[in-house]
């Protein structure tokens, strides 16, 4: 199968590409730096900066690209970014497909568990769960919008809304070294709901709905055991034989990411309805299974 993968040398997409390689796929990846992603994966990709490179029918596009959505402060700016490198960039892939004389079969489009807003209440949310309104909902709902076009095309679209996802990289490189050292603990009041995913089962669970052509729509992309931030940092610090007992203050918080602060402060406990209807089943739904497969 020949793939085009945008983010690809990301945190979730190079860990995907690596495994479609494994599996004897060829993999356009679609990047702003071509000889960085050459490198990572010892030239075994195409690597492109534009659409109009692509040199070949694709049997399959993987949308992972975006810009850190939890790195730095919202400023307006900051905002006008996160959107465009999602939807901007979900625009321009949807309409090189229609431009294309063999268009792809299916498109698999990111999206995030952001899509329901920050929610207070305990109940589990489904793929039909309500949502709140606020910035992430809008950029969850308008990239999926986005994605969603390509149905005009008569490409089958699943919309991948993930979780926090732990692996070797991304979230949980950056909480490590506070609590190695013994200086993690809670966010907040650490009562705010925090739905995660292994990154095995978050590349499984891809390649589910890659190679499943009766997969469409939005799914879930979460472990179906969502955990409070406080129960997170009593598993993470148990997992590393450490206290974990330094609860960090909400101000710090805002004050690192503004608005953006109620990506920690806040959540929702999200359930991955869709793939366990479809069969999908997780290797790790606990997260102690989780942290233990990472860490160890």
Same mark, same amino acid.
């Given at each position: ?8 040398? &990301?945190?979730? &997409? ?9 599996? &004897? ?21 195409? @690597? ?20 850190? +959505? ?5 400023? @307006? ?9 999602? +939807?901007? /960039? ?9 431009? !294309? ?5 299916? /498109? ?12 207070? /209440? ?11 309104? %606020? $910035? ?17 095309? =008569?490409?089958?679209?699943?919309? +991948? ?19 190695? $050292?013994?200086? =993690? ?12 995913? @292994?990154?095995?089962?978050? *590349? ?29 940092? !009593?598993? /993470? %610090? ?19 990411? %503004?608005? %953006?602060?109620? *990506?920690?402060?806040? &959540? !929702? ?28």
């Amino acid at each position: 199968m020949h793939i085009l993968v945008t983010g690809g040398t &990301g945190f979730i &997409g190079r860990h995907f590409i690596q495994l479609r390689l494994a599996e &004897g796929d060829r993999v356009t990846c679609l990047t702003r730096n071509p000889a960085r992603a050459k490198q990572l994966f010892q030239n075994r990709v195409v @690597a492109i900066r534009t659409l109009d490179d692509v040199s070949e029918p694709v049997e399959a596009v993987i949308n992972l690209a975006g810009a850190p +959505i939890a790195d730095r402060r919202w400023s @307006a700016a900051r905002k006008q970014l996160l959107r465009e490198s999602r +939807i901007g /960039l979900t625009a321009e892939l949807v309409h090189w497909i229609s431009q !294309q004389a063999s268009p792809p079969s299916v /498109l698999i489009s990111g999206s995030a568990i952001g899509f329901y807003g920050s929610q207070l /209440l305990d109940t589990p949310l489904a793929e039909t769960g309500d949502f709140q309104p %606020g $910035f992430t909902h809008q950029l969850c709902a308008d990239w999926e919008e986005a994605a969603l076009q390509a149905e005009t095309c =008569g490409v089958r679209v699943c919309l +991948i809304r993930t979780g926090v996802v732990m692996g070797n990289g991304g979230a949980l490189s950056k909480m490590l070294p506070a609590f190695r $050292f013994g200086l =993690g603990g809670p966010i907040g009041s650490g009562q705010q709901w925090m739905s995660w995913i @292994a990154l095995e089962d978050h *590349l499984r669970a891809i390649n589910h709905l890659l190679t499943h052509p009766d997969a469409s729509g939005a799914y879930n992309l979460t472990a179906p055991h969502a955990v409070r931030n406080s129960e997170f940092a !009593q598993i /993470l %610090g148990s997992v590393l034989h450490r206290p974990a007992l330094l609860r960090m203050p909400p101000f710090v918080i805002k004050l690192m990411l %503004g608005e %953006g602060a109620e *990506l920690l402060l806040e &959540g !929702q406990r999200v359930y991955p309805q869709r793939l366990l209807d479809a069969g999908f089943q997780f290797h790790h739904p606990t997260l102690e299974t989780a942290l233990k497969q990472v860490l160890d």
